[in-house]
């Protein structure tokens, strides 16, 4: 189960930082990642964070389009992964979902590869 959190209203230029709680078993070797959607619009991959044992360590995923102003990172004695939003636009308001994949081999920006999917927090920035 995914508990996501954090959302809210915030105006242009400001910061956001969303929470994502997995509880029950994860596995070894897993994917956490965040998505977004706006109103009319489909789910739009925004980062993630890919976990492979203490031998190989995290890696972490962010595209182009968000790149230098959103970070993802975790926590993991708390099975938990955070969404960093700095530099907000009005553009950037959605619901944001986040979700995970049971394969940390890879880190996927196609929402059909997910396994389970929290319930969304919306994020509002004003302009």
């Known amino acids: 189960q995914l508990q996501a959190s954090g959302g809210g209203l915030v105006q242009a230029g400001g910061s956001l930082s969303l929470s994502c709680a997995a509880s029950g078993r994860t596995g070894r070797s897993y994917t956490m990642a965040w998505f977004r959607q706006a109103p009319g619009k489909g789910r739009q991959f925004v980062g993630g964070i890919s976990w492979s044992g203490p031998w190989n360590g995290s890696r972490t995923y962010v595209p182009d389009s968000v790149k230098g102003r959103f970070t993802v990172s975790r926590d993991s004695a708390k099975n938990t992964v955070f969404l960093q939003m700095n530099s907000l636009k009005p553009e950037d308001t959605a619901v944001y979902f986040c979700?995970?994949?049971?394969?940390?081999?890879?880190?996927?920006?196609?929402?059909?590869?997910?396994?389970?999917w929290g319930q969304g927090t919306l994020v509002t920035v004003s302009s």
């Open positions: 979700a995970l994949d049971l394969d940390g081999r890879r880190i996927g920006a196609s929402e059909y590869g997910y396994d389970f």
